[in-house]
């Protein structure tokens, strides 16, 4: 019998991940991996359980490094949890895109030969001096010139050093508009690049479009930009990196897929004088790559209505299901008896105090879904684990590894080998 992992959010990345089940071939080890119905009939696990698909994690990074014209950087962001990492590895994912010392430490720990990029545009001096010295970091994104002037300081000039200016990309058609935070005007990029190259060895232009972005023609737009911009500076631009924000599909959502996004990349790329220059492309795909893998069992502990009280909620995995009103697939899991094969739509309740500890949905499961039943909700690889808080003590979840498939697929991803 397979052994379920306790994790606290608190500390999600120092958690071991040794789950095994008995008697059968298995992705890491000398056991098969079990299926998510079997796991909740042999615990009947009354704490939320993380189910990850090493298989379908790995499938997913075939499919995108296999697509892209360049080199995949996955958002470490997006889900930190080892066993994620070490699928995405296994699936071809050699560089990481890390925002902060602890994602530093992690990448390099589990894959000392990783390329690791600092992307985040503001970091604290330590910060940097750790990343250069202790791990070898070498490429870093800015949109300002003090940040500029901050790293090549606690760099202290030495040979090796990236430096990526992020653009402010034109609006598109997202469910998160990320630039307004980050981000330089094209005229003050133009200042950046020129100020850049004069003291780095590899000069870049990054952007992000934006989060569940549906519209392959915005990632054309904010190319065709970047080479009027690297134009204007009139300097060599070594990389282009195009960012995240590819989709993935939602009960409400079916994307374009994925060809849609790496020919419409591809296409303006090629028109571009960086791309005559030699310029190389990045991409930097966080929800893409790890929304499928994993899913979220809770258990229902009451019902009102057509409202389910469960265990997990906005201030654990389900965050993306409170304010920006996601809507995941779900099923019911049901152990002593069958349920009604009529549908009814149901939001659901957290396990907090907090009233605002909602989920409107709605979610559709048997009409007849109550106190005691299980319900997997899926597509939560992506911000599912990263985004929980110890609010209320609802810290806790177990993680198991699974051979299920994904509740839902997006179009273009070839998970033909993943077999139940």
Known sequence: MT???HRSAVSPLRRPVAGRWAGSRGVRGTQRLPLIDEVVRAHAPDEPMHCLRPAVLAAAARSFVG?????????????PEPTVLRALHAGGVRHFDCASPAEIRLVRQL?????????????????????????????????SAEELEKIVAETDGAPGLGLFVRLVPPKAETLYDLSGKFGATPAAAVELLRRARQVADRVGICFHVGSQCMEPDAYARAIRLADAVAEEAGVAVDVLDVGGGFPVSYPDITPPPLSAFMDAIADAFAATRLAAGGCRLWAEPGRALVAPGVS?????????????????????????????????????????R?????????????????????????????????????????????????????FNGFDQARLVEVRDRPLLETPGYDLVAVAA
């Open 338 to 390: 069958s349920a009604v094969p009529e549908q009814a739509p149901f939001g659901f309740f957290g396990p907090t105090c907090d009233s605002a500890d909602r989920m409107a949905g709605p979610f559709l499961l048997p009409a007849d879904a109550g106190e005691g039943d299980w319900i997997e909700l899926g597509q939560l690889g992506a911000y599912g684990s990263s985004l929980r808080t110890a």
């Open 111 to 143: 894959f000392a030969d990783a390329e690791i990029h600092y992307m985040h545009p503001v970091k604290a001096r330590s910060a940097v001096r750790s990343a250069w010295f202790d791990h070898g970091v070498r490429d870093f994104s800015l949109d």
């Open 296 to 336: 979220l069992v809770v258990q229902v502990q009451h019902r009102r209505g057509d409202m389910l009280f469960v265990n997990d909620g906005v201030y654990g995995s389900l965050s993306d299901a409170g304010a920006p009103g996601f809507r995941f697939p779900a099923r019911l899991i049901r152990l002593d």
């Open 3 to 5: 052994e379920l992992r």
């Open 67 to 79: 697509a892209f014209p360049g080199d995949v950087l996955y958002a470490v962001k997006c889900n």
